[in-house]
């Protein structure tokens, strides 16, 4: 499952949108059994879920995950598929995500990589820079990665100076370093890669990795002047650019519009937003813009970043 931001915004739009709020809990449960290592479990939940709505892709592709770590190989490759069918294309997460390796060995995994290569291949065609959109789907392979030895280290319990967190963290550095003199290179010959330009994967790719251009925030504020432009044409994600906007905003000292940046809380047991504008509003803009309360947003955050929290309990011990 491995959870990019890019699929987290998935599931939080998804989760926005008109479903029944007993599809959306279970959903949500469903996930957060997943984080707990209950894989059987949270198939179950998962299948409970897609009785009641039509599943998002995201969800189907996160029941797929769950399925393979439960060793359930043939609900595995339905969950892929009905995924691809609804809408699932991102080949490079795909191939970085360690939650499908029990899958490698299966011929039918041959056949799920064809079918969204074939897919991928339609639709390159009719976009304006096919090759820019696959170096982008290259590039995002790598930079996912890396962020996901890290995560998982830290969720292990290694201190930030451990040898292999140092080594893990030198090495998400490296990668931002490498990708962002090519973002450079491209923004500053073809500008924003929007949907017409790259796909809306393409464009979610170079959206990603510009969130990790922290070293240069000049330049993030300059992607984002254009972004806004695509916005308006509906040739970027909304959410997207609500991301990139409060990340710009945290980089030069301004407060966020949408609290999608987070710090640990002072007892640090659990995250909250960064600084924002109007607090007592921030759920009405996270809305209008397709993204879950931040309330959901925290709980998704203790959850994928848990070694990072202390527990209450220790805090008493001490």
């Not at 991102?90 to 799920?112: F, I, M």
């Not at 509003?281 to 203790?302: C, D, F, P, W």
Request: with cysteine; proline share 3%; charged share 30%.
């Amino acid at each position: 499952m491995k959870k990019t931001l890019f699929t987290t915004l998935l599931l939080l739009f998804a989760l926005s949108q008109g479903f029944s709020q007993d599809y959306s809990t279970l959903a949500k449960q469903a996930y957060k059994v997943y984080e707990d290592k209950e894989y059987v479990k949270s198939v179950e939940i998962f299948e409970q879920a897609f009785k009641l709505a039509k599943p998002t892709s995201s969800d189907l592709y996160n029941a797929a995950c769950s399925a393979s770590l439960a060793n359930q190989t043939d609900k595995a490759f339905d969950f892929l598929g009905q995924a691809i069918d609804a809408g699932y294309s991102n080949l490079g997460h795909l191939r970085a995500d360690t939650d499908l390796s029990p899958l490698y060995k299966d011929n039918r995994w041959k056949e799920v990589i064809a079918k969204i290569e074939k897919i991928q291949a339609d639709e390159l065609a009719k976009l304006k820079h096919p090759k820019i959109a696959k170096m982008l789907d290259s590039m995002v392979v790598s930079d996912q990665a890396v962020r996901h030895k890290y995560i998982e280290l830290m969720n292990q319990g290694l201190k930030e100076n451990a040898p292999d967190r140092v080594n893990a963290g030198k090495a998400m550095f490296s990668a931002d370093s490498s990708n962002m003199i090519i973002l450079k290179k491209i923004f500053k010959e073809y500008g924003f890669m929007g949907i017409e330009e790259v796909g809306k994967q393409g464009s979610g790719n170079f959206w990603l990795m510009m969130q990790h251009c922290d070293r240069d925030p000049k330049f993030q504020e300059e992607v984002l002047s254009e972004m806004k432009k695509h916005i308006e044409r509906k040739n970027a994600n909304p959410s997207n650019y609500a991301y990139l906007i409060d990340r710009v905003n945290g980089n030069t000292g301004k407060p966020q519009v949408y609290g999608t940046q987070m710090k640990l809380n002072q007892e640090g047991s659990s995250y909250e937003p960064l600084p924002v504008i109007e607090p007592e509003n921030l759920n009405k803009r996270r809305a209008e813009v397709g993204l879950g309360t931040i309330e959901e947003y925290i709980g998704i955050m203790n959850s994928r970043y848990k070694g990072s929290l202390k527990k209450k309990t220790e805090e008493k011990s001490q």
